[in-house]
């Protein structure tokens, strides 16, 4: 199938994902969930051609992103049934007036329509992004990268199958072949039959979405998330904190990428930061260096994702300062101060401009599944439609229900 | 001072402009609606070089939009103190929630920051935007067209005046001199500096930001909207909403452009409709036509905005029939059914996806207005972000706030 072909099929395919009741969508998602453990074998098989092709040309965080193993697998499936487990958001009534005129006015939530996702090298993504879509009566079209696409194309089959075999159109669900540019571009660009366009990736996917979208898109993802450790901060938490938000994970986008340090605990405290962070390399600015010794920093240092054992690290006057910072290269994802100092942590929370400012917390919960949505279709680090963490209802619109008895203007 | 001047201007007032208390900008927008009534000479005076520059250049509908008068002052200086009457949504939380590990999850609502509006000629937009976005603690950037360039020039001079005399940052809102196609094409390309843009005008200038904003971009405005008469309409009910919806102010969105008519009723209802309609040209499609004569819709009729006393008109089989039609036909603004059946009433409304669907009551209705926000910045008929008339909180986003005591992942 060509991508036009799988745009018209998706358009038509869009009323009647609108049109099914919670219990055909979740009973559908179950057996989804079942399916995928079931055939485990077939996915992993499939993923172990994509690691083979990986080797040697994927740097090893990203290897670790593209493995799937029996573990993930029940990951995906029980991420579905969380899915299948929450309220479906199609059909609330957010609001109802009734005017003095004598209209009603009901405003009510319905699906986005048709979803183009275009990601990289996390096949979980297909499976998360694919139950999401469905419970929101939306259809998908999965623009998976080419280093994952045997494992992608495994899930999608497994998941179509099950739509085929309750009956309803396979095409809610779609995973074009073409994992070109050129197949990214049509997705971006297909005015009419895109109602919302989800990038999940690094920043060169990002900004290309940016830059040729034509239908709405929401940017997402990338994380340049600070800590910044005030004067007033508890030690022991601050340490606990950053390294879990630097080392649990570093290939994602909550993983914490700088760290700025209060000038007055500084000399205190980074010796402490470094016995800390053993298997990470600190890029130090300055004052810091001046401190600890180790690499400096560059000049880029301070507005890269590292996605890997790397910190920036420097040293600030104040909390004022670390805001400034945060203002002008945090990526507006995930930024966190660590104080007691309640009016401190106050200022912060009101000036950092991110999807998520944190007190004494790792940054690493920004997450759907965390946050309670059960699985998430992306971060967002935009402001418009939705911000942080995109679940269900990040995933649908609503449309306005006036009912009259003749009334005119 | 040129554009780039003022987005830098402006991104540097949005972290003030959000700051903002409630009261502050209470006070700020009562004082500037009464600046508006005290100054509307010159306001009246700079619409008038408006007019003359305009006469022979532009269509009467579109003079129409153009023209000033105290009435219509009056009208934008109360709708400015209908918006300081509103509750501020800035702050609101929208949801508190304690998870289980003990952090605290509280998602409060922010404004959007820089948000640019890219206009026609329609002087009260200046008003109206300036002050939602005021309120909302956005800043805005209004680049209206060259032909309502005098009296948005006069309207910003005296808000911008009101700005400065209560001691905050007058680039609050700003209008660039340059109306040319290049200002706006900065507008939608300045990223890192607007946050939301919100073009407002006709069909060209829409398509225009959908292709080339490289900010997140809504979509609004262009209204092909249809009245469809079921076979079991009351056709009084049906003669009064079409003449309202097409005749009360033909040059505006949410005016209607397209009659489709039940089959079973064309011949007993078209001659009514013709009637009624007299200072309005019907364009028929060949049922239609075979019935009561006339002008023959060409092709294109039944997908033009007219924005004119013109009226499209097409004989269906049945509420199916209609409903495809408009699925196929309408920019997805405001639709309406005119029946007394329950049953055809509940289908229309869940299967035609626009951002107002009607049941008997005229079109006229979308409007932020009279849907109780006060005034309106736009009607979205795009999904993404807002449908329909956008208000005060259709110009906020939102933040995560997350307080936590050492917490990890």
Redesign the interface.
Known sequence: MTMQDILQKAKAAA?KA??LTTKQKNDILLQMADALTCSAENILRANEQDLQNAQGVLPTVMLDRLRLDEKRINAMADGIRQVAALPDPVGVVLEQ?C?KNG?T?QKIR?P??VIGIIYESRPNVTSDAAALCFKSGNVCILRGGKDAYHSSKAIVDILRGVLQKAGVDENFISLPADTSRQSATQLMTA?GYV??LIPRGGKGLIQSC??NA?V????TGTGICHIYVDKQA?F??AL??I???KT?RPSVCNAAEVCLVHQDIAQAFLPLLQEKLTNVELRLDPIAHSIIGGKQASETDFDTEFLDYILAVKVVQNAQDAIAHI?EHSTGHSDCIITEHEQT?NTF???V??????????T????GG???KGCEIGIST????A??PMGLEELT?????????????
């Not at 709405?216 to 940017?219: G, L």
């Not at 401009?353 to 790792?362: E, L, Q, T």
């Not at 935009?382 to 439609?385: E, F, I, M, P």
């Open positions: 009323k609108a049109a007036n005017l209209l006015v319905v986005l329509g005015v109602d919302a940016v830059e034509k709405p898109c929401i940017q508890d022991q938490k606990t904190i390294h879990n938000a649990s203002g942590a929370v009101a000036f401009d991110s999807a998520a400012v944190y007190v004494n917390a790792s690493r919960f920004t997450d965390e946050f309670g935009q402001k418009l439609h911000r942080g619109s609503y449309k306005y229900i006036v009912r009259g008895n003749g009334q005119i203007r």
